[in-house]
Each structure stands twice: as C-alpha cells, then as structure tokens.
C-alpha cells in the first residue's frame, strides 16, 4: 500500500525523534569538553610507530618526537588496523586487514517531498557490506540518497561517478516510484574502514584492550564504520571502562 508522499511499501515504523545531525558541530563540541577539562588537540603529528614500554606506551611522531603516555587509543579511523600493524609489541593476529568500501550519494534536484528520514528494510543477502541506499535530509533540508556500497583499495577515492546513477534509480523507485528521470545529481562519497570484505557478512566493531591482545596501556577501535559517529559516546563508555576496570 501507498504510505505518505508517494513512498511505497507494505508496512512502515515511525521514529519520530530521529532526525540528522552537524557532524563536524559534534565534533567540535567534543573538542571544546576535551580542552576545558585540560586536554590538548594536536594536529598534522603523524603517529609512526608505538611500542609498549615499562611505564606505558612510546609513541613516535613522523617528525621524530617521542611521546610517552600511559594510555593510547588508536582510534585512526581509516587507518586504524595500519597504525596496530605499527605497534611493536602486538600480535600481528590483532590486526586484521582493513577493506575500504566507498559510500557515494546523489542529491535530489528541487525540494524535497519528504520531511523524513526514509530507510528502506536492509536485504542481508544483497546488502552484505551496508543497509542500502536510503533518504538522508540534512539541515538545510536538501533530500540525498545513499550510500551504496562501492569497493576500493583507495581510502582517498573520493570522486563519485555519475554512471552510479542508474543504479541509484532503480534502488531508490523500489519505495518512491515516482522518482522524475535526471533528478539525482552526484553529490558526495565517504569511505567505510571496515575489517570484513566483500561477500562477507558485516563484522561488528572491534574493541580490543589489554585483556585481549596483551598490551598494557592500548585499546584498539577497529572496524568503527558508520554507525560509529552516532555511537560515538556509547563507544567512549566502553573504551573508559576498559581503562578504569580492565575490562574485556
């Protein structure tokens, strides 16, 4: 049956208070907590190399400074299972190969017919690698579609490519078939750091401290892939009670 504005589907579940959010206005609030409780954001410092040492953990900047800090967490994001390859000291086994899967997205031209977020049910057997391509409106209220799943060996592979388009229709008519011809512009593209490949079943996130790979002083965050901005605090939690209580 039909279900407000043209979308199509059989049953559908609400979620009011869902909603998007300013990615980089998160990220800055979550700075501006760090620095007032007396942390310090150093950027453009390159980690080359960690080793576990007797009082911690040795950390060795591309620029040749040597840090020493109690606790690390890699939390490299795209390039956190490179940097765990780089610490002396831990099992090579605790590292897993990092795959890179590029999410592109496509505007609507005009204004958007919805006032929601439209997520279309995910088909595990053809969504291997994500949830499928679905209706994001940001806070400008400009309607996007995407991602789709895009395999790269690239994590820099940012262009999108407006041949991804046809696909993008037949994806989004599924549940909107009234979507006009030539109303998908290109828009953007991120990249997943995922540590499960192709035709292989989404791995969940992989939290790693002390009581699993042996290091005193690390918790690796491996695989954080989108959701991890929207779980970041929960993740947080978990990484502070790894420290405090050894747990895991």
């Not at 942390?39 to 950390?59: R, T």
């Amino acid at each position: 049956r039909a279900w407000r504005r043209g979308v199509q589907c059989r049953a559908a579940v609400g979620s009011p208070p869902t909603g998007a959010g300013d990615s980089q206005g998160v990220m800055l609030a979550r700075q501006g907590d760090l620095e007032h409780a007396g942390g310090l954001v150093a950027c453009h410092a390159v980690v080359q190399s960690l080793a576990g040492i007797e009082n911690g953990i040795e950390v060795l900047t591309a620029g040749g400074l040597r840090l020493l800090a109690r606790t690390v967490v890699n939390a490299a994001g795209l390039d956190a299972c490179a940097l765990a390859r780089r610490i002396d000291g831990l099992d090579p086994r605790h590292a897993p190969r990092a795959w890179y899967a590029k999410g592109n997205y496509f505007t609507l031209s005009g204004r958007s017919p919805f006032q929601r977020l439209i997520y279309p049910a995910p088909e595990p057997d053809k969504h291997l690698a994500g949830l499928g391509v679905h209706l994001t409106i940001d806070l400008g209220g400009q309607a996007k579609f995407g991602p789709d799943v895009q395999w790269t060996d690239d994590p820099l592979d940012l262009q999108v490519d407006p041949a991804r388009g046809d696909a993008f229709y037949a994806e989004v008519r599924r549940y909107w078939p009234a979507l006009p011809d030539g109303a998908l512009l290109p828009d953007y593209a991120g990249i997943r750091p995922k540590i499960s490949g192709p035709h292989e079943p989404a791995a969940d996130f992989l939290i790693q401290g002390p009581a699993v790979h042996g290091v005193p002083g690390l918790v690796n965050l491996l695989g954080i892939e989108s959701p991890g901005l929207t779980s970041a605090l929960a993740i947080a939690e978990r990484v502070r009670d790894i420290i405090q209580r050894g747990a895991l």
